[in-house]
């Protein structure tokens, strides 16, 4: 099983990006895919989650309106964009898999190694 992120990087606030999390080794569609970030010196803490169809998604209230999670399970992969980006934005993104769904980074079965976002100017 891996779960792989991309699409982190430097940039200004107010800036864009859009992290993937490339999956494999399991049936994506029998999962819900959550994205969590971890700032330097604080707890992970939930960002979205996608169901195993895309059909319902949640989100953290500092990420509504903001970041977008979607998924396309032809391709394995799940997606997280990021709009109107802040400092407080940075962080260590993480996606992570599911058979329930949850926000609780406890009930997450598979993690990636993670994806460094810098929000900086």
């Known amino acids: 099983v891996q779960l792989v992120e991309s699409g982190g990087g430097l940039v200004q606030p107010g800036g864009f990006l859009r992290l993937s999390c490339a999956t494999s080794g399991f049936s994506l569609d029998e999962y819900d895919i959550g994205w969590f970030r971890q700032a330097p010196g604080k707890e992970r803490e939930f960002v979205a989650v996608?169901?195993?169809?895309?059909?319902?998604?949640l989100y953290a209230d500092s990420a509504k309106g903001r970041f977008t999670i979607s998924r396309d399970n032809h391709k394995n992969t799940v997606y997280l964009e990021m709009n109107s980006l802040q400092p407080d934005d940075t962080a260590v993104y993480y996606c992570?898999?599911?058979?329930?769904?949850?926000?609780?980074?406890?009930?997450?079965?598979?993690w990636g190694q993670g994806t460094l976002v810098t929000v900086s100017s």
């Open positions: 992570a898999a599911s058979s329930s769904w949850s926000t609780s980074s406890r009930d997450y079965d598979y």
């Open positions: 996608i169901n195993w169809s895309g059909y319902t998604t």
